[in-house]
């Protein structure tokens, strides 16, 4: 079975708590990172976790969830081999799998309500990466992360 790790700010505990059971009920283990205080927190604590576990490969996806998901994307994008996508429609999520192979998913706990957040899982865990021209991009990404590129 599948583990996918899921973390978030105060601001999208909420959400976290419904997602949880989303993923659980499609048969997922769910590896919570927190927050699952009420207090205010800083999404890096929250973010960098999930995105550790990814980029080294001992999980394949995560879910992070911050108010406006834009902080736990810049967070997590740091990574190398993360590719954390912020996507607040059906469409995106989808095409966040087709095309870009996102291995993160970001969700603004301000700005999807429940039924939104879950469709657009929903999506990206059912699409699958096109890869032909979408790889090929990809492997130019994955060369600025070994500082390869240089200044055009
Ligand atoms: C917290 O107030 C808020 O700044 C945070 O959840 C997130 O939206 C940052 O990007």
Redesign the pocket.
Known sequence: METIAIAS????RELKEDIKTFLKDRGFDVLDMGTNGNE?VD?PDYGIPVAEKVSGGELEKGVLI???????SIVANKFPNVRAALVNDVYSARMAKEHNDANILVI???IAGKGLAREMIREWLEAKFEGGRHQKRLDKIKEIEKGMKQKF
Not at 9 to 12: F, I, L, Q, S
Not at 66 to 72: A, F, L, P
């Open positions: 700010d105060h601001a999208g205010s999404y911050c108010g406006t998901g834009i902080g736990m603004g706990g301000r």
